[in-house]
């Protein structure tokens, strides 16, 4: 085993422009931040900020080379990325350690697998510090023991790694097409909802539904969860487009009585009212049935007879839609985004003709068959990487 520090020629991290005088710029030079890396390790570009030369000139000593590896010190700590030429040049905060390794003493892919094992979890999680945002060391980071094995065997397990990793990216794309596919379907058929150029029928949400309504955190908040019971869905569980598993809670059969006014039925629309999640949307999965919302979580319950709700979800997921939902968010609170009951209540829905919003539903039901046959390959080859880094790295 080895320790970090003693392998790599800097450890270190940068510091956020305003703090030392300096304005971030519409383009110039890419500054990284957390965010600008996904959980997988690859970056996103439309989340870069900038700066100008001058700035990047200032924070010299967090410019960016490549294949230095970032390692998220704060937030979502353990993100991690390497560093590549298209990137660059580049920039980066406090929150994003900069870990340098000179060519030649590590296959770089090896270590940001290692970074993301969990033998570093572990090793960070004896590590976090604070309250109000967990941060680790650059310290910390130059602490961290990896494998100390050839730089071949390195190799052979990188590439490993990196095959399975082409395919895990391969399936999420699969996903992201057929997204891609049902939001097309729906501007074929339907136009641009809030534009309305077809003339489709207009009507105020509350005309074509049996049920618009949040609830509250059961009394005494999280420290009352329990791991099974009565599902409480979350604004954290309501993704656009689906329904996220993750820290699912459950309360009590007492706890749900006093929920009673927000029990979920199947084929309820949820939609986010409040906080940085404002305005995501998903159609409640049956096998989270029973089930209540807090008070984040909106549940819209459709007419069946004159509103389909996978074409309402559809609806709220469109681009047009989804901006003046925002909007909405934007005006509804005096310190955070939020839509108010009211404001959903008067929403402004097209309606077309049940029997278009039927075949659509249809249409998107098929394209779901698919998905999930593309999900469950994806988690498989998920599983198959974790079993490995634990079989590697411990």
Not at 4 to 31: E, Q
Not at 92 to 104: C, E, M, V, Y
Not at 260 to 269: G, L, M, R, T, Y
Not at 334 to 357: G, H, S, Y
Request: charged share 25%.
């Amino acid at each position: 085993m080895a320790r970090l520090g003693d392998i790599a020629s800097v450890i270190t991290k940068g510091t956020t422009p305003t703090s030392i005088g300096f304005d971030f710029a519409d383009n110039g030079i890419n500054f990284i931040k957390v965010e600008s890396i996904s959980e997988s390790g690859e970056f996103i570009p439309e989340r870069f900020a900038h700066i100008d030369d001058v700035c990047h000139e200032k924070l010299k000593r967090s410019q960016l080379a490549k294949n230095d590896i970032l390692f998220s010190i704060a937030g979502a700590i353990g993100r991690t990325a390497i560093v590549n030429e298209d990137i660059l040049p580049a920039n980066t905060n406090q929150a994003l350690a900069i870990i340098r390794i000179p060519n030649g003493i590590v296959n770089y892919s090896f270590l940001s697998y290692v970074l993301e094992s969990p033998s570093i979890l572990k090793q960070f999680e004896k590590k976090k510090q604070g309250v109000a945002q967990l941060n680790i060391s650059l310290k910390d980071v130059s602490d961290f023991i990896i494998p100390d094995v050839s730089l071949e065997e390195q190799c052979q397990i990188a590439s490993v790694f990196d095959k399975i990793s082409i395919l895990i990216t391969l399936r999420k794309q699969q996903l992201n097409k057929l997204d891609e596919l049902v939001k097309a379907r729906f501007v074929e058929m339907f136009g641009n909802p809030v534009e309305n150029p077809l003339g489709w029928d207009q009507r105020a949400l509350e005309e074509v539904t049996l049920k618009i309504g949040s609830g509250a955190t059961p009394k005494g908040g999280k420290e009352t969860y329990q791991t099974d019971g009565i599902t409480l869905v979350r604004s954290m569980n309501v993704y656009d487009g689906h329904f996220e598993y993750k820290d699912l809670a459950h309360i009590t059969d007492e706890q749900a009585k006093q929920l009673d006014i927000v029990e979920v039925f199947p084929n309820d629309v949820f939609i986010n009212i409040t906080g940085a999640s404002v305005a995501r949307s998903c159609v409640v999965p049956d096998n989270i049935l029973p089930a209540r919302v807090n008070q984040h979580v909106s549940i819209i319950r459709c007419d069946s007879n004159r509103l389909n709700y996978i074409f309402l979800n559809q609806l709220f997921l469109s681009s047009s839609y989804k901006k003046l939902l925002l909007t909405l968010g934007e005006s509804g609170g005096a310190t955070r985004q939020a839509i108010t009951k009211q404001q959903l209540e008067k929403l402004p829905i097209v309606v077309p003709p049940l029997t278009m919003q039927n075949a659509f539903s249809q249409f998107v039901l098929r394209v779901e068959k698919c998905r999930l046959t593309v999900r469950q390959g994806l988690d498989k080859l998920e599983m198959m990487k974790k079993a490995l880094m634990q079989e590697y790295f411990g």
